[in-house]
């Protein structure tokens, strides 16, 4: 058969009224103005307050970046399909998208294991965080969640960009993500549903397990403290990364785990929202409204 190859694809976005759109791009603008506001604050804050130089500030701060990453990969082009009802994007600039918003998904999530991990350390073995969690030790937990990450998503854009696309290419979400593209591949998609069961899986599930089990050990620590003061301060430390780290497992498993058939397709972009739009911009609030260092440097 002759098959033309798609090379480029058209991002249908949220079809609606031109006065809905409007109000849509004022909203995702603001949002995202205050995502690189809020996160550049802490960027910035962390190497120069000498009050802010420990691990956990230096991890919240990577945190911070790869926030700025992801929100610029999705937020500018959805604000150009909002003004135009949709819009056209190259076959590698699709998947230029996809490589970075899978490589900042999978970094934050090794990142909040590391920062489960160092919440464990500091309550469950304080007298030997400062030898464990030394400087050394944090900036080579960053380089690992950082290569590990990029390297795992260039598995995935490998072999995702090795599809064919000769059909329809509309994708009807907002972003390059990965179920759209795979429901108009014209190729067999066996090889990447595989590689999603015995690569993609493992490294969420795995992280999960781990900070699952950190918390665990801090909860019991914590209900072993005898004075309620103690355990107050103790639960406030790490209160934050709890809330962070529920909010993005939370949509994470209800768009990728949850089966597609209990979704419609509105749900669905409406919960990729929440962790591609809103969690970048809610992050830098959580840690800084919740944290007393933060709001005096």
């Known amino acids: ?159 995702i960009s090795m599809l064919k696309f000769c059909g329809p290419n509309v994708i009807d979400h907002f972003f390059c993500d990965i179920n759209p593209l795979l429901d108009i591949a014209c190729s067999d998609t066996f090889i990447v549903h595989l590689e999603i069961r015995l690569i993609g899986s493992p490294l969420v599930i795995i992280p999960t397990i781990l900070i699952i089990t950190s918390y665990v050990k801090i909860i019991v620590a914590i209900l072993r403290i005898p004075s309620s003061t103690g355990r107050h301060k103790a639960f406030s430390t790490c209160s934050s990364h709890l809330i962070v780290v529920s909010i993005f497992y939370w949509t994470i498993f209800s768009v990728y785990i949850i089966p597609k058939q209990e979704q419609t397709l509105n749900i669905h972009k409406i919960l990729s929202l929440l962790y591609t739009v809103f969690t970048p911009f809610i992050n830098p609030l959580i840690y800084s409204l919740r944290n007393n260092s933060i709001k005096k440097a």
């Open 1 to 159: 058969r002759n098959l033309t190859e798609v090379t480029q694809f058209f991002i249908l976005g949220f079809q609606a009224d031109k006065y809905v759109r409007i109000i849509l791009f004022c909203l995702f603008l603001v949002v995202y103005c205050g995502t690189l506001c809020g996160n550049l604050l802490i960027i910035t804050l962390v190497p120069t307050s000498k009050t802010l130089h420990t691990p956990m500030y230096f991890f919240i701060s990577q945190l911070s970046i790869s926030d700025i990453l992801l929100s610029t990969d999705i937020v500018p082009n959805l604000l150009h399909i909002l003004l135009n009802n949709g819009g056209t994007i190259t076959f590698i600039g699709c998947m230029t998208q996809y490589y970075f918003f899978c490589a900042s998904e999978l970094f934050e999530c090794f990142l909040l294991t590391v920062m489960s991990y160092d919440r464990y350390v500091a309550i469950c073995i304080p007298l030997r965080y400062a030898s464990i969690m030394s400087r050394t030790c944090c900036v080579t937990f960053a380089i690992i969640a950082w290569c590990f990450s990029f390297s795992s998503a260039m598995i995935f854009y490998v072999t």
